[in-house]
């Protein structure tokens, strides 16, 4: 045992908390104290909650978005439009786009871009299963909405030359300007041109 | 279930994670989703860790620091100088005071300062039961080790009082001054004028 530490016990708990990204050892110390104070029925809804999801964790077989089921809410929603695949990077992005209420198509989760510099290439991603779901037939538009980064771009390139076999699929890709709010001066040189040269008519909304 | 999460497991953890102090939805997101990729014996090994500590800790009897058996390795420790106790508010200060290896005597954590704002009187505090360890004899000195703020001097006057009624116990406070390294012109004027009143003599070491 560390012999800063009067307990064990504590020790370990702190152990486990600092490795946790972006938690150091103080932050640990702070939040296991903080456990300490708690109720010991709140510490094991917490640890149970964990546990759980950890073991009986699902990944929908169509889109690869997490799930209680085999296939997810959205992917089993009649009322969605399956004709459309967003294909995004993670679970966050899902939540981010579905949080717009701009949306009623399905998804796809890649989990991740590709990314030479972290040893992630195609086949590590869930790019294969949606080329599989687009040569199902049925699809009319994949929508690429990757991290406009180097990685996105490459991963959009390469799944733009992955479909292009399937020329009745439309390929979009998110649209790439100024933010909402943004002011003029203080936008990006590189965005601001992107925005010039893709600019659109002005209908009035 | 909230519409946001695709899955009610993954909502739970979550809002677990979010519960604990500083760590806000975003970040309990990333968290649940890093222990989503770890092994599953790992998520086990870290909510066994947590759940054992909460049902198993020990305070020690003697000094209330956190401890695994009923009296802490410090207290029970014969090497240790019984005659001189260090006040401290927490477990944490325990632990910063054990790494100066600067003190060989014992602790009594108090659990926290006196302070009406937050509703923290004296009897909510292991006030009482420093004044039996000084009553059972044996005692040479306490030092006061608080916090430098008005709650700390508060619960350091509200002891004083309690413990005028031994007058051989030597009852001393932390020396407070400039800290190592600070310049002179940036100490604050309150700490510099303090460090003024209570200089000492020059030993050249």
Redesign the interface.
């Known amino acids: 045992m560390n ?8 020790e ?2 702190v ?3 600092a ?5 150091g050892r103080k ?1 640990a ?8 104070r ?1 109720d ?1 029925d709140k ?16 990944y ?1 077989h169509v889109c690869h ?4 089921e085999d296939v ?3 992917c089993s929603n009649p009322s969605r439009d399956a004709a459309t695949i967003c294909v995004v990077e ?3 992005d ?2 981010a786009i ?2 717009t209420q701009q949306y009623r198509g399905l998804y796809h989760v890649l989990g991740g871009v590709i990314s030479p510099m972290d040893g992630v290439g195609p086949s590590q991603l869930e790019i294969e299963s949606l080329v599989e779901r687009v040569d199902k037939g049925g699809v009319e538009e994949v929508i690429l909405a990757l991290s406009s980064t180097m990685e996105g771009d490459a991963t959009n390139f390469y799944i733009f030359r992955k479909l292009m076999k399937y020329p009745e699929v439309k390929l979009t890709v998110l649209a790439r300007g100024m933010s909402i709010n943004d002011e003029l001066q203080y936008t990006d040189e590189v965005t601001l041109g992107r925005s010039l040269i893709n600019r659109v008519p002005f209908t009035g909304k």
Chains 1, 2 share one sequence.
């Open positions: 012999q800063q530490y009067s307990s064990a016990l504590l370990r708990a152990d486990e908390f490795k946790l990204p972006g938690i932050t110390m702070r939040l296991v104290l903080h456990m300490l708690l010991v510490v094991d809804a917490f640890s149970d909650a964990i546990s759980t999801l950890c073991h009986d964790v699902h929908c978005n997490i799930s209680d997810c809410q959205i993670n679970v966050q899902v939540m579905e949080q």
